[in-house]
């Protein structure tokens, strides 16, 4: 029988099904779709729509929605997973507002930079996952993985820059694919109750302000989603924007947007069969269990294989020690060293653990009269400063600076030149909002006195 690629989209009641089949020179796609009212009745559609059965060269793959996630880009000195994995926990404990220990972690592979490694890691509520998989007739086995939005589709889209703009009927996600990643992503929930037009404003201003962080413009979009109506596609060719079809050349036009999201999971799961580069919230407690029996001969040689391991690891235990030990001594006057620079000459050395730690936070604290989140007051002022142009005469008098925004007031050389710092100031990522207050002439009449209101773009947190 040949091997069986499924991909799964559940949103709302509605279940969306695509099944891929390889064969000599084609790929064979079947689709479905079918509506429940209890988990119990989508695994019965799932079953259902499978032919009654899963056999085991299936492999079953299904996605989060986006607004059950939160992500976060990190760097790293390692590239090694298990660091990686060991080193998560305790930077996203630090800088998001949650309790780690019931989430699930996932990451992408690395990406070396100058001087250290990025990751972008996505953490999801365990509670999203244990309910999901109650969808689904046999959980204890499939689906194999459980990826998240838009992250699921990069596999697919990862070699072309461009746009995804993913329209599902209970959110809109636009999301930048640069450099073969997912460089940012924006998100709009509860879009139920809104028309195409309101669709239509959120998606192209996030596009602009998107395009605008790379310093391009007019990049290609991809639109799919079961929220993409007529009447949303109409608006977005008139913009004379180029539109793709992912996975135009697998599929034609033969998968409609609502069930694109399917068939995409399921060829993403193709082309990567390892799961070398992709998310999965299938593991620790929700890993996938009952193949003992299949997977017996296997056990039994890694047993063996172990059993080896153990053997030789006795022999050379002893010199492990000591190489441990002459490296904690070398470690800790390491530790002892960057004691001394960092802290005062005078300071006693009591627990430099314990004292380093104490110093971070002092710095911390520091940290905070500037702002966090990159709207600190300094950051402000930098980005007034690289924002207007070095052609443009301004003279500001006055800048008043809040947590919400600031207020700016000073004279240029005329109104177009009050209008053009708008302008540029408008593209900055700082600032969503820029509001001209007051402009009028000087009581000599050779300048403009204007005042300008600043809104702060929080973004995602």
Request: charged share 25%; glycine share 8%; net charge negative.
């Amino acid at each position: 029988m040949s091997k069986r690629f499924i991909g799964i989209d559940l949103e709302g009641t509605d279940v969306r099904v695509a099944i891929l089949t390889e064969t000599p020179g084609k790929i064979d796609i079947e689709l479905d779709k079918r509506n429940y009212d209890t988990p119990e009745a989508a695994a019965s559609a799932i079953k259902e729509m499978l032919g009654g059965k899963i056999s085991l060269g299936d492999r079953l793959v299904t996605a989060l929605p986006c607004r059950v996630g939160l992500f976060r880009r990190l760097r790293f000195p390692f590239r090694e997973k298990n660091k990686i994995e060991a080193a998560l926990p305790l930077e996203l404990k630090s800088q998001l507002p949650i309790s780690v220990e019931e989430h699930s972690i996932s990451f992408l592979p690395p990406r070396a930079r100058e001087d250290d490694y990025e990751v972008d890691s996505v953490v999801v509520n365990k509670r999203e996952v244990d309910e999901l998989l109650k969808h689904f007739p046999d959980p204890e086995q499939n689906p194999r993985r459980i990826d998240l939005f838009p992250f699921a589709l990069l596999p697919i889209l990862g070699k072309t820059d461009g746009i995804l703009v993913y329209c599902r009927r209970l959110e809109v996600v636009v999301a930048l694919v640069y450099d073969g990643m997912i460089r940012d992503y924006r998100l709009l929930p509860g879009t139920s109750e809104l028309s195409e037009e309101e669709i239509f404003d959120f998606i192209a201003n996030q596009v602009s302000q998107l395009e605008n962080t790379i310093g391009h413009e007019g990049l290609p979009l991809w639109v799919t989603g079961a929220g993409v109506t007529e009447e949303l596609l109409i608006i977005l060719y008139k913009t004379n924007r180029t539109i793709l079809t992912p996975a135009e050349d697998i599929f034609g036009e033969e998968v409609s947007c609502e069930m694109a999201p399917a068939a995409l999971l399921a060829l993403a799961e193709m082309r990567d069969v390892k799961n070398h580069g992709q998310l999965n919230f299938r593991q620790g407690e929700f890993a996938a269990r009952g193949q003992l029996e299949i997977f017996r001969t296997k056990l039994v040689a890694v047993a063996l294989f172990l059993c080896l391991v153990v053997i030789g690891g006795a022999l050379t235990m002893h010199l492990g020690y000591l190489q441990k030990n002459r490296e904690e001594q070398r470690l800790k006057q390491q530790m002892v060293g960057v004691f001394k620079q960092v802290m005062p000459a005078d300071a006693a050395i009591v627990d430099v653990p314990l004292q380093l730690e104490g110093q971070l936070k002092d710095l911390r604290k520091q940290v905070q009269l500037f702002g966090l989140g990159g709207h600190g007051a300094a950051a402000v002022l930098q980005g007034l400063s690289s924002g207007i142009d070095r052609g443009i005469r301004v003279d500001l008098q006055e800048f008043n600076y809040t947590n919400d925004g600031a207020r700016l007031s000073g004279n240029a050389d005329s109104f177009e030149a009050v209008d053009q710092i708008a302008k540029k100031l408008r593209g900055n990522y700082l600032f969503s909002h820029i509001e001209i207050i007051d402009a009028k002439l000087a009581s000599d009449s050779s300048q403009v006195d204007f005042e300008m209101q600043l809104s702060f773009n929080r973004g995602k947190e």
